[in-house]
Every structure is written in C-alpha cells, then in structure tokens.
C-alpha cells in the first residue's frame, strides 16, 4: 500500500482535535503524581517503621504491576464496587497513581540530599516540623529534582496511548478508528508518532537545556 498524501491531509485535522485530550491528561495525570508523591516520600521517612515499610509496600506494588493492568482495574473493576468514572478520569487516576510511586522517589532523593545541617538549625530554631518541612527542607530539595520530574512528564505523554484501551478517545483511538474505517493504518499511524515527537523531542531538549543550568547554579553557589 502506497502513501496517500490526500488522505494524510484529510486525517490530520481529526487527529489534531485529539491532541488537547491527550495533553490535558498527560499534565492532570502529572498534577496528581506530583501532589500524591510528595507525602509518599514523606510517609517513606516517618519515624514509625510500620508506616515506612507500608509506605515501601504500596509504592514496589504499583511500580511493580503493569500501568495498563491498573488501568482495566480502574475502569473495568471499580464500578463492580459502585465507582463509575469516565474515561478520562480513569486515565488521569490511572497515570497520576502510577507515577506518584515514581516521582516519590525522585522526592526523597531530593530530600535526602538536603544537608544534616539544615535539619539541625531547623530545631535550633525552634521550628515546627511543619515549618521545618516546608520552609527549610522542601525548598532546598524539590528545585534540582524539577529536572527529572520533567523526564517523568515526557514518559507519561508517550505512556497516554494506553489510555486508548479504555475507550478514551485520545490520539491513538482516533487512529484506529480512521484505520478501521478506511483500512489505512500507515498514515494514521505514522502521523501519530510524528505528533508525539514533535512534542516531546522539543520537551526533552528544554529540559536538558534546565537543568545544565540548574547545574551552573549549583556549582556558582559552591
């Protein structure tokens, strides 16, 4: 089957009107991971093991476990309990749940960078812990970790044609439906990855660009 410049042209429209659904739920899914990862880096440090270690637990369980099967399990098993959520809540739990397990480890890494000292003037003070946490610890460690957090936003965009599979209607399902209905998948497909290279390659080039600068600002600094 040859390539048909007329029916690329004609397809891209559709495709395009696709693209804001795929991209709000890529930066929901991400709000949500960047929200719920922050007290599970915080949970994996309390003083009482017992939460530590269920903390530990649930985090190498959702990172263990395919996002596709958590997925189904969202959309599919959760109104057998009485929770019906659209598709693109699904996908945005879905997403955000996933990478939250992600992007506490890129927290606590961060934190854990924060030197000793800073916990130490922080009672001398007489802080709070809350005080401690949010104006001491928190804005020394999440600024070098924005870096890698934008290397997780990049891997949930290129993720969020798994969120065809449950009948959300984002690039990938538009391009199948195009394929089914003509029997063209070339194009539709071919456009479909270009589309997301198109975005995310420029994303991953201003990303590095951040955090080379972040890095000159920390070796300023020193």
Known sequence: MLWSWDYTLKILPGLLRALPITIAATLAGFAVAAVLGLPLAMLRRSKYKTV??????AVDFIRSTPLLVQLFFIFYALPLYGISLS???CGVIGLGVHYSTYLSEVYR????AVERGQWEAAVALNFTRA???????????IPPAIPVMGNYLIAMFKETPLLSAITLVELLQVAKTLGSQSFRYMEPFTLVGLLFL??????SLLIRKAEKRLNRRQSTRR
């Open 198 to 203: 198109a975005l995310s390659y420029p994303s």
């Open 109 to 112: 890494a961060g934190i854990e």
């Open 87 to 89: 598709p693109f809540a």
């Open 52 to 57: 530590s270690l269920a903390t530990r637990w």
């Open 131 to 141: 005080q401690t946490w949010f104006r001491v610890i928190l804005p020394q460690a």
